[in-house]
C-alpha cells in the first residue's frame, strides 16, 4: 500500500488527505485507506506521464481526418449543332433577292447556286427536329425554284457584238436605230435641245402622228417656251387642247432640225412626220432609213 500511496502522491492530486490512496484508473476514481489492500481485477497501475522518472512519454492523439473527396471532373461542353432549317431559309431568301433583280445569264446563274444550297441544307434537317415536316415540303418547293432558275439563265440571250457599220447607200438622209418595240411601233432615241440643255428620251416613231408630242416632262427638263395651245385628236377619237411650245433643235439618227413647234401632253413622247415626212422610209428590223 505504501506503492499506491507514493503513487498518489506522484500523481499531483490536490486535496489528498494523509494515509489516503487515491488511484484514478479506467475511467474510475478510488479513495482507499492505506490499512486496506484492494484487488483491482483487470486494472493495472498506470504511470503519468510528465511526472518524475516515469520515463515514459505522452502520445500525442490525432483526429482521424475524413477522406478527401475527388474533384469533380466537368462534362464536356457539347458542341453547337447546325441549324439546317434556318439556313436553308438563308439561301432561298437570297436567292429570291437575286432573280428579283436578274438581268443577265450570269445573274440568274448566282440565283441557281443560291437555290441549290438551299436545296442540299433542308435535305440534311435531321429527323427529331421540329421543323422536319416543313423542311420535306420545303425540299420540294425549292426544287421547282431552282429548275425555273435554271430556265431563265439557260434563256438569257448571250451578248453579241454591236454589227459593224454600213457604208452610207448614196441618196441616204439618216439611219435611226431601232432600240425596241412597243405593240409593233418602234422606239428611237432623240435629243431635243432647249433652254435648259441637251437631252435624249426614247420615242416613239409614229408615222400616223402628223406633228410631235412630248411629255411635260420631257419639256421641263429641256425647258420648252410654252407659247399657245393647240387641238389634237387622241386615240380614242376625242379631241383634246394641248399647250404649244418650240424646241431649239430636235435630233434623230443623223437627221437635224430646228426650231420646231411641239405638242405638250400623254405619257409617251412621239416623233411626227413634221420631223421626218420629206423623206421616203425604209423600215427594217433593226434600223429605220430616211433617204431622198
Known amino acids: 500500500m505504501l506503492e499506491l500511496g507514493v503513487w498518489a502522491m506522484n500523481t499531483g492530486l490536490g486535496g489528498a488527505r494523509p494515509g489516503v490512496a487515491v488511484m484514478k484508473r479506467c475511467g474510475l476514481t478510488v479513495i482507499m485507506p492505506l490499512g486496506v489492500m484492494v484487488l483491482l481485477a483487470g486494472c493495472a497501475r498506470v504511470p503519468q506521464g510528465g511526472g518524475e522518472g516515469s520515463g515514459v512519454s505522452p502520445v500525442p492523439v490525432t ?11 466537368p462534362s464536356p461542353t457539347p458542341a ?15 436567292a429570291v433577292v437575286l432573280g428579283q433583280s436578274a438581268q443577265s445569264s450570269a445573274d440568274w446563274q448566282l440565283a441557281v447556286g443560291r437555290w441549290q444550297q438551299a436545296v442540299d441544307l433542308m435535305r440534311q434537317v435531321p429527323s427529331g ?9 420545303k425540299v420540294q418547293e425549292y426544287q421547282q425554284n431552282l429548275a425555273a432558275a435554271q430556265r431563265r439563265a439557260d434563256d438569257q440571250p448571250a451578248v453579241t457584238a454591236a454589227p459593224a457599220p454600213v457604208a452610207t447607200p ?11 418595240r412597243r405593240g409593233g411601233t418602234p422606239v428611237v ?11 435624249s428620251f426614247p420615242m416613239l416613231f409614229d408615222t400616223g402622228a402628223t406633228g410631235t408630242l412630248i411629255t411635260s416632262a420631257m419639256a421641263e427638263e429641256v425647258g420648252v417656251v410654252i407659247v399657245g395651245s393647240t387641238q389634237a385628236k387622241i386615240a380614242d377619237g376625242s379631241i383634246v387642247d394641248l399647250p404649244i411650245g418650240y424646241v431649239d433643235v ?13 405638242a405638250i401632253g400623254g405619257s409617251v413622247g412621239l416623233l411626227g412626220q413634221d420631223v421626218y415626212g420629206e423623206f421616203g422610209i425604209a423600215m427594217g428590223s433593226h434600223v429605220i432609213n430616211l433617204h431622198k
Open 80 to 94: 453547337a449543332q447546325t441549324n439546317y432549317f434556318g439556313e436553308a431559309v438563308n439561301r432561298a431568301t437570297s
Open 170 to 180: 448614196h441618196g441616204l438622209v439618216a439611219q435611226i436605230p431601232i432600240q425596241e
Open 129 to 137: 427536329d421540329p421543323n422536319y415536316t416543313q423542311a420535306q415540303a
Open 250 to 262: 430636235i435630233e434623230v439618227g443623223g437627221l437635224r432640225k430646228t426650231s420646231m413647234t411641239v
Open 189 to 199: 432615241s432623240v435629243t431635243l435641245q432647249g433652254q435648259r440643255g441637251r437631252h
Open 63 to 73: 483526429a482521424a481526418s475524413e477522406p478527401t473527396s475527388p474533384a469533380p471532373i
